[in-house]
């Protein structure tokens, strides 16, 4: 009986806003579900669901009566991945404003949150994650380590362990030796801009979206 009541309880209709992703992959599958579930991101969306979209400023969103909000905060100005520009970002307030970002989401007026973000600053700047996860743990052969931090949420479970995917080994202009997943190698290589490498660097592998919605939604 108890475990009858969780599931329908689980499979409440919720309003959901997905925040920083231009990508829809994790609304559209929650919109499977059911749920009013919109995506909000500065960008128009290329996921190919306009009417799913909230194109602005996702701060202005905030206290719109969201049951739960699933974002993902631009990393440039946080990632360990950049450290060598910290010096820089932090002096010209950059940094802070990412930081400032990132905590606006944590501390949304939303019983349920969940946070995305690399390996960063956040883990001393705020506090240590409640998971980092991989895609290889839900079906995508990609090594990406993704950060969560939760509130009123659950810890993912992994769903299909697969491999870790290819590596490249290769020398960088500087003539050092570096070696990148292949997802990530290609990423970099294909874009054609800036906006475009950042984009296709945060990706959202689609076994994560979809557990993010099955486990969550």
């Known amino acids: 009986m108890r475990q009858n009541t969780f599931i329908i309880k689980n499979m409440k209709k919720m309003k959901i806003l997905v925040a920083c992703e231009e990508s829809q992959a994790v609304t559209k599958e929650l919109r499977k579900l059911g749920h009013d579930a919109f995506s909000c991101d500065i960008l128009p969306c290329s996921g190919g669901k306009p ?19 699933i974002a993902f905060p631009p990393c440039t100005h946080l990632a360990v991945s950049g450290a060598r520009h910290f010096p820089q970002k932090i002096a010209d307030g950059r940094q802070q404003q990412g930081i400032d970002f990132f905590m606006a989401m944590i501390n949304a007026p939303i019983e349920k949150i969940a946070v995305e973000n690399p390996i960063g600053i956040m883990s001393t700047k705020y506090r240590k994650p409640d998971q980092i996860i991989q895609p290889w743990m839900f079906g995508d ?8 931090w939760l ?6 479970v992994p769903t299909d362990i697969v491999d870790k995917g290819e590596f490249i080994e290769f020398i960088s202009k500087k003539g050092v030796k570096k070696r990148q997943p292949k ?3 290609d990423a970099l290589k294909n874009a054609k801009t800036s ?9 959202t592998f ?6 993010m919605a099955l486990q969550w939604g």
Not at 195 to 203: F, H, I
């Open 195 to 203: 906006a475009e490498r950042s984009t296709l660097r945060s990706k």
């Open 183 to 185: 997802w990530y190698f």
């Open 51 to 69: 009417e799913w979209h909230i194109q602005g400023d996702v701060l202005e969103q905030l206290d719109n009566g969201w049951d739960m909000l």
């Open 206 to 211: 689609q076994g994560i979206a979809n557990a």
């Open 151 to 156: 509130k009123g949420l659950p810890k993912l």
């Open 141 to 148: 052969k990609a090594q990406k380590s993704t950060c969560l």
